[in-house]
Every structure is written in C-alpha cells, then in structure tokens.
C-alpha cells in the first residue's frame, strides 16, 4: 500500500441496492454525484447497473456526461445546470434535465432547436425549502413548457422536488411538503402535462415515509452503506446497509514521547504521561477535519488510538500508548465498517462535529481509490 488509500467495497455497494429495492415498489435512481460520494463515479455506477439500478443522477452536467461516455445506458438525470452549460451535448447524449426556471428551459429549448430532438426534463417544485425548484414562477413555467410540449421541443418525463427535514421524520414539514407537491403536480396535469415519473423521496424518505416513494427513490447515502441520521433513523446495521468505505493510512513514524511534552501545532495537548505517538501519512488536505477531537482516531495493533493535538495538512498524531507494538510502516485503519474495533464514519462524524456525508465525500483526490476483488 502507498501512503494511504480508501478501500471501496462494491459487493456492500451492491448489497445495499438491493436492500433499499426491497423497501420499495418504485424504481431507484442511484444518486452518484460528488464521485459517487467519494467512492468512485464510473467503477460504483457500473457495479450499480450491473445488480440493476433503474435510474442514474448526479448534481452536475459533466458528471453526467462522464457517466454516458463510460457506457451507462440507464437513464441519467443531472440536477444543477448553471445557465450557460452545454445543454446541447446533454440532449445529444440522452441526458435528462432538472429545470427549475423559466431562464434555464429557455436555454435547454434553444439547445433542443439546435439538436432537432426533444430535450428530456424533470420540472422540479420548491415546496418549501427555498433552494431549488421553481416557486412563485410555476404557473408561468407549466405554461412555457406546453409550448415546447407541443413545438417538440420538450419531453416532460418526470416532476420532482426535495425535501429539507426528511431525516427529522416527525417533523410536520414534511407532510407540509409532500401535500403542496401533491398539489403541484396534480395542477401540472389537470394543465395537459403529461409526466410518467413523480419523485420527492431520498434514503431518508425512502426509510420514513412510504407516502413519499411516489415511483423514483432517489437515494446516495443508504447506497454507500451509510444512515441519512443515525439518531432518528437508526445506524447502518439497523438499516441492513453495510458501509462501503474504508480508509486507510501509514504510519510515518513511532517515537516514544515524554509526560509534560505538548503535541503539535498550538501545542494543545498536553501529554499526562509517557507515550507512544504515531504520525498518521494523512491530514487536512486529503479531507481529515481539522476540527476532529479525540473521540476518533485510528485502528492499529488491535486497537484504538485517539488522536492527539491538532491535525495538520498532511499529518496527524494518534496517542498508542506506552505498551504499543506499532511500528513505523504499519497499516492503521482510520476508519472503516467498524467490524474489527476500527472508528466508523459516523463516529468520525460526530467527532468532527458533522454529519457522515462530509466525511466520505471529502476524502481528496490525493488519496486512490482501490477495488479489492471480492
Ligand atoms: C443528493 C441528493 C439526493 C440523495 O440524498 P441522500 O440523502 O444521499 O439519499 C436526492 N435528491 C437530490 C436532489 C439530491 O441532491
């Protein structure tokens, strides 16, 4: 192994499709922006279509575009098209796209002209979350879509919005919204839309609300093996997920270290007796939070090593204690399923004060990815 890398386990990716289809009648859209959430957009998108995954998204165009240059055949949605983006190649390549403004199906229409082909959209509803989707513009924008219904401009395939608190399910905006969508769409059609798909929920609807499923789940989290929220939801195994990440590192150095000597930068620790440290190949610019207290750490010599001081950009320091083994060039697990005793990615999350999506998708791209045959 090289300094560090970050195992991906695709049998867990795939395993966690299936158990999120068996929650569900409605087809399943694999949300793989962000590299697939750290784990690597191309090898976990055709591990995905191969166990069946019916629908692909992604936040971004070129993401999108990435996924039909490597071959996904299924279709794709991308969802955040700042105006001005090459919306032709979109159309060319069959890519479907979320609009949530008059500005934005303009340019998609005028793209649709250039191709000569229909442009494929989602019209995507703010139903109270204030960032995406159409809001006081809806009635105006059904209107314009019609017209490019009718000049074959556009295909209407699906109406879609997001919620803002799914992972808080007794929370009543969630009913608040889920009832307005409703609304909308059934406007929509009362109007001659005529569009087959209808989608709102992700992983935390997909868990919390069956009168959300409508026929997309568009789910990321549950499929890398992660809880949207371990307290409201339950962790990864009540779930039936199995985390698909593991992290891991070198050992830079081990040096025995005496009581009284400070760690690090700011010399925030203080070491209350002789130690063992570990200098970890890994720090800030590969994704560690630096805001991380010693609640995490790593995994190595059958167990647990906090960290100690601050993290830096390339390094941190773990606390092995004075009857460690360790050696310089040892293997640690930073963190990983937590099968063996090693941190998981929501304890890392809790100690760095975020939530678990931070963590796996913030890991750079200093650090390769590998697939270990399964
Ligand atoms: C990221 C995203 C999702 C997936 O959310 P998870 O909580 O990871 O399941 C679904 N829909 C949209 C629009 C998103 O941006």
Known sequence: ???????????????????????????????????????????????????????FGTALLEEAINLRKAGILKPIISWLTPLGEDFKSAIDLDIDLGIPSIDLLDEVIKAASLTGKAARI?????TGMSRGGALSEWDQLIKSVLAGVNLKQLK?????????????????????????????????KAAGIDAQFIHIANSAA?????????????????????????????????????????????????????????????????????????????GYADGIPRSTNNLAGVFVDKKRAPIIGRVSMDQFVVDLGITSTAKAGDEVIVFGDGSNGEYTVDEWAKAANTIN??????????????????
């Open 1 to 55: 192994m090289s300094r560090a890398s970050v195992e991906i386990s695709l049998s867990a990716i795939t395993q966690n499709f299936k158990s999120i289809k068996r929650r569900t009648t409605a087809d399943v859209l694999a949300v793989v922006k962000a590299d697939a959430y750290g784990h690597g957009l191309i090898p976990v998108s055709k591990a995905l279509e191969e166990a069946g995954a019916d629908w």
């Open 156 to 188: 209407v395939i699906g109406i879609w919005s997001h919620f803002a608190r799914a992972d808080e399910p007794d929370e009543l905006m969630n009913q608040e919204q889920l009832s307005l969508f409703e609304q909308r769409v059934n406007q929509a």
């Open 206 to 282: 997909l868990f919390t609300n069956k009168s959300a499923h409508k026929n997309i789940i568009r789910s990321g989290i549950a499929l890398f093996g992660l809880s949207p929220d371990v307290k409201t939801i339950g962790d990864s195994s009540s779930l039936s997920l199995k985390p698909a990440m593991k992290l891991k590192a070198k050992l830079n150095l081990v040096k025995e270290v005496k009581a009284g000597s400070s760690v690090g930068y700011g010399g925030t620790a203080v070491l209350k007796s002789d130690t063992k440290l570990g200098v970890v190949a890994l």
């Open 122 to 126: 989602h019209l995507e509803i703010d």
């Open 357 to 374: 999506y931070e963590i796996i998708t913030r890991i750079g791209p200093r650090v390769p990815r590998i697939y270990p045959r399964e």
